[in-house]
């Protein structure tokens, strides 16, 4: 039931793009995004919704394919202060949230 | 506003002990979910709580349990500890059940160690 997401790391140099995926084995309602950085809790980034709704960050995006029950999770032009680990979390229809291993983020200068 | 709060930050047991943790979510937030994060584990859904009520419950032996009260704090229970308890242990809080269009809002954790 847990999501799989991939990559498992990815380093980037700032101002470089990169995409993480996540992919679910069963129908979904919707799909969370969470940043963790060392030492810190997991941060809301943003929900997407069946349906195509979207709330969340402002400089990151993502997308949600409900017949794939996969989402993406896209970072143009990234900071230094996007290093961190991503979660993704996945709602299924009967109401339970199951997050991923996590992608594990490196900007460097 | 005051974020989620757990208490206590860090702990260490004994095997075979027993530990509570507690947490109090953000205010008029009424569901709580725990989480167990072990490295390259992620996150491990423990069980979520709505209005005092039991929704959902992860794959965990029942040494592991949980309960909420009617102002909605929340408390975790493992018993006969075992050292592959130790892990960060993270409650999450949301306005409604399971995560709500602002998803959850996460506490820092309490950090068990099973000696």
């Known amino acids: 039931q847990q999501p799989v997401q991939s990559p498992q790391a990815v380093i980037l140099r700032e101002g470089e793009d990169a995409v993480i995926n996540c992919s679910s084995s069963?129908?979904?309602?919707?799909v969370h995004w969470y940043r963790q950085k060392h030492g810190e809790a997991p941060v809301f980034l943003m929900i997407l919704l069946k349906g195509g709704e979207q709330k969340g960050h402002e400089k990151i995006s993502a997308s949600f394919n409900e017949k794939k029950q996969q989402s993406s999770l896209y970072l143009t032009a990234s900071q230094l202060s996007y290093s961190g680990t991503y979660f993704c979390g996945t709602e299924g229809d009967n109401n339970d949230m199951r997050f991923g291993a996590g992608t594990r983020l490196t900007v460097k200068p | 506003k005051a974020g989620v709060t757990q208490t206590p930050r860090y702990l260490i047991k004994t095997r075979g002990q027993q530990v509570t943790l507690s947490c109090s979510p953000i205010?008029?937030?009424?569901?709580v979910s725990w989480y167990q994060q072990t490295p390259g584990q992620g996150l491990q859904f423990l069980f979520e709580?709505?209005?005092?009520?039991?929704?959902n419950k992860g794959n965990f032996p029942g040494r592991f349990s949980g309960r909420q009260f009617s102002n909605s704090r929340s408390e975790m229970n493992v018993s006969t500890l075992e050292l592959g308890d130790s892990a960060l242990y993270l409650c999450?809080?949301?306005?409604?059940?399971?995560?709500?269009?602002?998803?959850?809002?996460f506490g820092s954790g309490t950090r068990l160690t099973v000696v």
């Open positions: 069963k129908a979904l309602y919707s």
């Open positions: 709580y709505f209005s005092e009520t039991q929704r």
């Open positions: 205010s008029g937030h009424r569901s």
């Open positions: 999450a809080s949301s306005l409604s059940f399971p995560g709500g269009f602002y998803g959850y809002t």
